[in-house]
């Protein structure tokens, strides 16, 4: 037996965690010079005689790496699921020895301060290719942007509130993908032209939706971030905190429950694009977007990615 077990899901093709973790693997044992057993997760899964019928929390779902010491069965764990504290919590409740788990999704301060074993970690694009056509659409993009906030994707959840309400004011664009398909490199020429892009909180808080944004130079406007990452994002540095709380509930209010009228919805809306106006024409509008921009090149390079994650093995010294 090696020393060192590899798993994860050999997923579809061009899907990016699947494709990332094989990426991973292989600069993992070029540059340890290890020779890893690979497992795929499913068979790792009945090494450890769970159930056969994986739910979508198990640490063995198509989202999750797992580095395995066989000479104790301590595990590092990375994952890229939605609800990836679910995930260490399913570990913690079949008492699977994780010595790091590292993950973004929903991975909150809070969550962070109750454990000693979790570490932030870097976030994925939806598809492999993504990384490459968006620096090639980098080199095509008009220098002149239009003064828009852009918006592209499915109306799930409370989002079809916040889509259809923002959709009332000229000033966003927004486009519903359940009714039209829109290819990806449509897409990001879209939101290379616009000077203003917006991420909705998903699932998972945080969106690959926010590495397009500050990789493609457009200004991103989103609620607060709640979910951790490897390198912090900070509001009022890396993006701009369009929407609250209260702006939120005034929407479902009125889309949802009409207890609010649509001149009011209007009027917010309003005055909080004439206070994007005035930011936009500071310099902070331009140190906002180099400041996402650099950190979009420290932490969304898959190179940049792989080594991001080597450095929480501490030449393995973590398995001791």
């Known amino acids: 037996m090696k020393d060192y077990t590899i798993s994860y899901s050999s997923g579809w093709p061009d899907w990016y965690v699947s494709e990332f973790y094989k990426f991973f693997h292989k600069k993992l044992e070029e540059k340890t010079g290890i020779d890893f057993e690979y497992i795929e997760l499913r068979e ?18 198509h989202y999750s790496l797992i580095i395995k010491c066989n000479k104790n069965g301590k595990l590092f764990v990375h994952s890229w699921y939605d609800h990836a504290f679910a995930t260490l919590e399913w570990c913690e409740r079949n008492n699977l020895d994780i010595v790091l788990f590292s993950g973004v999704s929903n991975i909150t301060t809070d969550f962070v301060n109750a ?10 694009f939806e598809y492999w290719s993504d990384y490459a056509l968006l620096e090639q659409t980098l080199q095509t993009k008009s220098q002149q942007k239009t003064n828009r906030a852009y918006f592209a994707g499915l109306p799930h959840g409370v989002r079809v509130h916040f889509m259809e309400t923002l959709a009332l004011h000229p000033f966003f664009c927004i486009k519903d993908k359940s009714n039209k398909y829109i290819s990806k490199d449509t897409y990001y020429k879209e939101i290379s032209e616009s000077m203003f892009g917006v991420s909705f909180n998903g699932a998972a808080n945080i969106c690959y939706r926010d590495l397009e944004l500050f990789g493609l130079e457009t200004l991103n406007l989103r609620q607060p971030l709640l979910a951790l990452t490897y390198e912090p994002l900070v509001p009022g540095v890396h993006y701009y905190e369009f929407f609250n709380d209260a702006f939120m509930s005034k929407i479902i209010d009125y889309h949802a429950f009409n207890k609010v009228s649509k001149e009011e919805v209007l009027c917010e809306i309003n005055n909080k694009i004439n206070l994007l106006q005035e930011f936009a024409n500071t310099e902070q509008y331009g140190n906002m977007i180099s400041q996402s921009k650099e950190w979009y090149i420290r932490n969304c390079a898959p190179d940049r990615q792989v ?14």
């Open 44 to 61: 790792l899964n009945k090494q450890y005689n769970f159930e056969t019928e994986i739910s979508s929390d198990s640490v063995f779902g």
């Open 115 to 124: 454990r000693n074993n979790v570490q932030p970690s870097v976030y994925c």
């Open 307 to 320: 080594e991001i994650l080597l450095s929480f093995l501490k030449d393995f010294s973590i398995f001791e």
